[in-house]
């Protein structure tokens, strides 16, 4: 396809998050919740309302029910990563078994055993709350498109069943017998291990939880300052002061005046796009006969999935970063990457040929060093925080928000214990040096994809040094 053809795709789109369009049917978030004003008291506050903040103030009041719990929000519940990633809700806690074997080799089984009960959790507790946020339990294919990948996608296989997993190898045919592209040469299912959901729909049923349950929420509420005092912090907003016993920061991508936090994280853009919902003509040519998620095995790797309504999500590839991690509502949109991912999918789609997108955006992501989570105190104890999900947190935030109450409460459990847990990543250097290295590791993660995998110099000490980009 050419370019011309693949940008007149996405021209007419939509420069919005599919999952937070009021105009799409279903899609309703409720009113929203005010913005907190004078001065109040609380036993916890939970600073942000994506799924970090409203697992930890879910669970906080599961733990104890009479705890006072105020959540504030910068912006609406849900609008930032948590409405506008692909809906790939993964067991794993460590951005994948590679990574997490890699890096905790001591601990990967009791990490991928305590991934899993997280995602039965969230399976649960979706049940017991009645959220509507279309969770299918359909697993994910992961798919190779080069030799190389076919050969990892193999060795990772024989590693998952050698440490008790499920991972299933699939030729080219049988690959393509569950979904169609003439760019699978094989590929690698794993069963249980990742659900389906509906990303925004998640995110307002667990606000309708947390109230449920008696959470004081309050949205269109920045929080600018945060300093101790005696005891307690006292955290402010532009329009309130709350002194509170305890914090749980759970931000994301925004430090705010966490600085500490700035050290660890570097923002960096994701990008998708949403077609047409698919006649039941276009979804035979393709043969997607099951609900399953889909990623392929490059460094820079595309995501792909089905909504309710037989759209397909089409995602990823382009990482994009800017000079001293800023972050701007303007970056949400970006041409260059909207065209190519139209091109790459017409490539594995051919036979969707004059298909439209109606639906483009972008949105920043909490990257650090070892492309999963860490965590941390400060004040005494008296904050704890979670950050760094690179773009795996839609189920590994519940744990993040265990962690949190974990540290906040002082007991020491199994998830305490762990040398994920215990220890922070390696820091990014400071600017402009973080930002050239950054640019420098998505340039050379592009060639190795082009390269039959083979990683240059500069990747293989970021490798040795602990830095190294996986996927």
């Known amino acids: 396809m050419t370019t011309d053809r693949a940008t007149a795709a ?24 005010p913005a907190l004003t004078g001065s109040t008291t609380a036993d916890l506050v939970v600073v942000g309302g994506g799924y970090s903040g409203l697992w930890t103030a879910l669970l906080a009041k599961e733990r104890d029910p009479d ?7 910068a912006g609406t519940v849900g609008w930032a990563a948590s409405g506008r990633n692909g809906g790939f809700c993964a067991a794993s806690l460590t951005h994948g078994f590679a990574n997490g074997a890699a890096r905790w080799p001591g601990e990967i089984d009791e990490l991928e055993r305590l991934g899993m009960a997280n995602l039965d959790a969230i399976e649960d507790t979706v049940r017991r709350y009645g959220i509507d946020c279309e969770f299918e339990r359909t697993g994910e294919l992961l798919v190779a498109t080069t030799r190389w990948q076919a050969d990892e996608l193999a060795a990772s296989a024989e590693e998952i069943r050698r440490r008790g997993g499920t991972a299933e190898v699939l030729d080219a045919e049988r690959t393509r017998g569950m979904v169609d592209s003439p760019t699978y040469l094989a590929g690698l299912y794993e069963r249980d291990e990742v659900a389906m959901l509906h990303p925004a729909k998640l995110a307002w049923g667990l606000r309708d939880a947390c109230r449920e349950l008696g959470v004081r929420l309050h ?7 945060l300093s101790g005092r005696g005891p307690d912090l006292v955290v402010q907003t532009a329009e309130a002061t709350v002194r509170a016993r305890r914090v749980a920061w759970a931000a994301g991508a925004f430090p705010g005046p966490l ?29 997607w006969r099951g609900r399953h998620g889909i990623s392929d095995a490059g460094n820079l790797f595309h995501y792909y999935r089905l909504t309710a309504d037989n759209r397909i999500l089409w995602g990823g590839y382009d990482i994009v970063h800017h000079l001293g991690g800023r972050i701007r509502p303007e970056f949400d949109q970006r041409p260059a990457t909207f065209t190519r991912l139209a091109e790459h999918f017409f490539r594995t789609f051919p036979q ?4 439209r997108f109606t639906h483009r955006w972008g949105g920043v992501i909490d990257t650090c060093s070892r492309f999963s989570p860490f965590f941390g105190t400060a004040h005494g104890g008296r904050l704890a925080y979670a950050a760094g999900y690179t773009g795996l947190g839609v189920g590994a935030t519940r744990f993040g928000a265990q962690v949190m109450l974990d540290k906040l409460d002082g007991a020491r459990t199994e998830r305490t214990r762990l040398e994920m847990v215990r220890r922070k990543p390696l820091p990014f250097p400071p600017e402009p040096v973080r930002s050239a290295g950054i640019w420098a590791t998505l340039r050379a993660s592009e060639a190795a994809d082009r390269n039959d995998g083979k990683r240059n110099l500069w990747l293989r000490t970021l490798d040795r040094i602990g830095l190294g980009f996986t996927s």
């Open 10 to 33: 996405w021209a007419d789109a939509k420069p919005a998050a599919f999952w937070l369009d009021p105009d799409v049917p279903g899609h309703e978030p409720g009113p929203e919740a």
């Open 67 to 73: 705890r006072d719990v105020l959540l504030l929000e």
């Open 219 to 225: 949205e269109r509420s920045r929080v600018r300052t």
């Open 259 to 287: 600085r500490r936090l700035r050290h660890y994280l570097a923002p960096v853009y994701d990008y998708a796009l949403v077609t047409e919902p698919l006649t039941d003509k276009q979804l035979e040519t393709i043969g």
């Open 352 to 355: 969707l040929d004059g298909l």
